[in-house]
């Protein structure tokens, strides 16, 4: 069976192939993943299994995830940690939270609540921790600091620039999210601002256009000038 074309009922905890059920019934079920792979629940636990309905693996977890990047993350009562395809954990440590793998890079919280980035053997990419971190697209990530102000990284764990703010977004095309005592407003690769107005909400550029809340809650079309387009 092609993985893909294999797709999961929530209400039935039943996967169905082309319109006919797959497998047995189960507790709890996610969707196949890359490389066709799905997490399950029966009355033994929590686990994986195959394309063909098969266990991946012997062992049984409290909750087991999607794999990404090949590796996939699983809770047992020692802690969080990632698997292999093959089923086994990738490092020793445990820890109070996994993420996902993006880009072979994933972030994770320690049992103290401080947050660092792994890489694709298990690896810390840096010595420093912060108090949230979040996933890298493109090379980049966003970071809270021990100062409570929100900055991106590199992979290395140094800062992208200079720049600290009170909330933060991921880069869409080299434009950030970014919000200051005044409001939202978008950022470049350096950490300075494309305009001067601020905004209650605003949404990534798409072709050079942006929809943006104003504080009535009004909305407005503005482009990477932040000058007015279209008023909603």
């Given amino acids: 069976m092609n993985w893909k074309e294999i ?34 629940e029966d009355e033994s636990g929590w686990y994986h299994i195959t394309v063909d309905g098969s266990e991946l693996y012997s062992d049984r977890y409290e909750r087991t995830f999607g794999f990404y990047c090949g590796l996939a ?3 047992s009562k020692e802690g969080c940690c990632h698997i292999d395809t093959a089923g086994k954990p990738l490092y020793s440590e445990r820890y109070a939270w996994c993420g996902n793998f993006q880009e072979n ?11 660092f980035h792994l890489d694709s053997n298990g690896n810390r990419l840096y010595p420093q921790t912060f108090l949230y971190a979040g996933d890298f697209r ?19 764990g140094q800062f992208l620039n200079g720049k600290g703010f009170l909330d933060l977004g991921v880069f869409h095309k080299n434009i950030a999210p970014a919000r200051d005592e005044k409001g939202w407003y978008h950022s470049d690769i ?18 050079g256009f942006a929809l943006v809340t104003n504080f009535d809650w009004t909305k407005k079309i503005i482009d990477e000038n932040g000058s007015t387009i279209l008023c909603i």
């Fill in 7 to 40: 797709k999961d009922n929530q209400e039935e905890k039943q996967f169905y192939y082309h319109g006919s059920p797959v497998f047995k019934k189960f507790k709890s079920i996610l969707k196949f993943h890359e490389p066709g792979i799905a997490p399950v």
């Fill in 138 to 156: 493109d090379g980049i990530a966003c970071v809270k600091c021990a100062d409570g102000m929100w900055r991106h990284i590199k992979a290395d």
């Fill in 190 to 207: 350096n950490g300075n601002e494309l305009y001067p107005e601020r905004y209650l909400n605003i949404e990534p550029f798409y072709n």
């Fill in 105 to 115: 890079i994933c972030p994770v919280r320690n049992k103290e609540g401080a947050y």
């Fill in 73 to 75: 993350a699983v809770t």
